[in-house]
Structures are given as structure tokens and as C-alpha cells.
């Protein structure tokens, strides 16, 4: 089992910016892929980014250039720094998990296995 613990949301403004945070269980980070998924009121969870466990990195095209995923396996965390957030970015953020998810996988949502509880963004002025 892996336990995934999100924090870091809350309100901000257009154009500013968040870091979000999710704390692993020991060892998942470094061994796991890791990845963020959103969902805004009545839509569809949507692949956000992730980072397998050799450090590859995948981003949705609609916060490429914006969004930055990183991990730290010391700290078994893995963050979301969002930057010029839009309007269109407010949604609760998970973080998931999954061992074994191969690369063509890796932005459906029901491919991982361990999932967070989520964090509310809000953006708006």
C-alpha cells in the first residue's frame, strides 16, 4: 500500500502561482511513477503531469511551459510548482501512484493503482 497526502492548494489570482505538495509513503517516489490529475466540477478527471521513477517527465499540453512536477525521494514528496494560473486551472488536484504503469498509460487515470485524498485550487479574482 502507499499512502499519498496532498497539500499546498487554496485561492490565488489569475497570473500567480502555487505549489503543490504530496507526501509518500517511504520510497514510493524513487520507485514509483508519480503523477497529478485534476477535476473541475462536473467534468472528468484530467491528466495534469508526471514523473516516472528515472525521472522522465510528462505534461498535459494545456500547462506545458506553466506547470513543473519534481520530486524529492529524501522527503518522499513529490510537488507541482503551477505558475501563471488561469481561471481554467481551478479544480481539486490528486496526486497518484502506480509501480507498474507503462509509458502509453501514463495519462489515464484509472492505470494507477494509489490516489490522495486531493487539494481545492481556486482560481479567480
Known amino acids: 500500500q502507499v499512502q499519498l497526502v496532498e497539500s499546498g492548494g487554496g485561492l490565488v489570482q489569475p497570473g500567480g502561482s502555487l505549489r503543490l505538495s504530496c507526501a509518500a509513503s517511504?520510497?514510493?517516489?524513487?520507485?514509483?511513477?508519480m503523477a497529478w490529475f485534476r477535476q473541475a466540477p462536473g467534468k472528468d478527471t484530467d491528466f495534469v503531469a508526471s514523473v516516472r521513477y528515472n525521472g522522465y517527465t510528462t505534461y498535459a499540453d494545456s500547462v506545458k511551459g506553466r506547470f513543473t512536477i519534481s520530486r524529492d525521494n529524501a522527503k518522499n514528496t513529490v510537488y507541482l510548482q503551477m505558475n501563471s494560473l488561469k481561471p481554467d486551472d481551478t479544480a481539486v488536484y490528486y496526486c497518484a501512484a502506480d509501480r507498474g504503469i507503462i509509458l502509453s498509460s501514463i495519462r489515464i487515470a484509472n492505470q494507477y493503482d494509489y490516489w490522495g485524498q486531493g487539494t481545492q485550487v481556486i482560481v479567480s479574482s
Open positions: 517511504e520510497g514510493a517516489t524513487s520507485r514509483y511513477t
